[in-house]
């Protein structure tokens, strides 16, 4: 249940660990005190979401690089039929919208949902353009984040044009075991990859034990193992 709470305001912090920045994907292959010295020099700001709190509305204008300093938030969207489906999670130190901060059209593609209690460090636009001008690795880090965002997106497009769960199921397995794997392990439970594919997870479930059945796939706990990819395939074009 999202909580009404009022928006909160910005504020400043004193003190900050940037050995938690070591991994957000902007700031990749910079050591911590470098970090601290470039985000020292800059405008920044932070804001604290409790969770369930609905940070940003889908629509809302993107004129921010917003970057996830503690806590998890999902994106969803609502279709038309009330139905809630969620995108994805994004624990610390990821980033929110870094793919529609520069375009014709900034707006937040989903809601945006603190999972637990949150915390935000907002840098307003013309502060982040003069900052990849400044940085070389931080501009290449950038570019390489949108990108992947794309490459996500596109996967995820294609994995809601699936009209079967067994076929939204067998694309997902199937791009799992490319380049001759015949086996992976989930990384997820069954009802974090019902909330992936927008399905119920007794649905997903039951389609799960079909495909072990039918003897196209074998699955132990998150471990998958194909066993027949021909059919698989079949699915996916159906």
Do not use: C, W
């Not at 889908?58 to 039929?81: C, N």
């Not at 980033?95 to 520069?102: H, Q």
């Amino acid at each position: 249940m999202l909580q009404n709470q009022k928006f909160p305001a910005y504020f400043y912090r004193k003190n900050m660990d940037y050995d938690q920045l070591i991994q957000a994907p902007l700031f990749r292959g910079i050591k911590s005190e470098e970090i601290e010295k470039i985000l020292t020099g800059i405008d920044k700001k932070f804001k604290k979401f409790k969770a369930g709190t609905l940070i940003v509305h889908s629509g809302d204008p993107v004129t921010s690089l917003i970057i996830v300093i503690s806590g998890v938030v999902k994106g969803e969207m609502v279709d038309y039929s009330g139905r809630v489906i969620k995108i994805e999670d994004i624990p610390a130190p990821g980033a929110l919208a870094s793919a529609f901060l520069f375009g014709n059209k900034n707006l937040f593609p989903v809601n945006v949902v603190a999972l637990s209690d949150t915390e935000l460090m907002i840098i307003e636009k013309q502060v982040f353009i003069r900052l990849l001008m400044n940085n070389d690795i931080i501009l290449s880090n950038f570019l390489d984040m949108i990108s992947n965002r794309s490459q996500f997106l596109s996967e995820k497009i294609r994995f809601l044009n699936f009209k079967t769960i067994k076929g939204k199921l067998a694309q997902f397995i199937l791009q799992r075991t490319m380049n001759d794997r015949s086996s992976f392990n989930l990384g997820m439970t069954q009802t974090e990859l019902a909330d992936y594919f927008a399905v119920a997870r007794p649905s997903l479930s039951r389609v799960l034990g079909e495909l072990e059945d039918e003897g196209l796939i074998e699955a132990r706990g998150k471990a998958i193992k194909v066993i027949d990819r021909t059919r698989l395939l079949k699915l996916t074009s159906d």
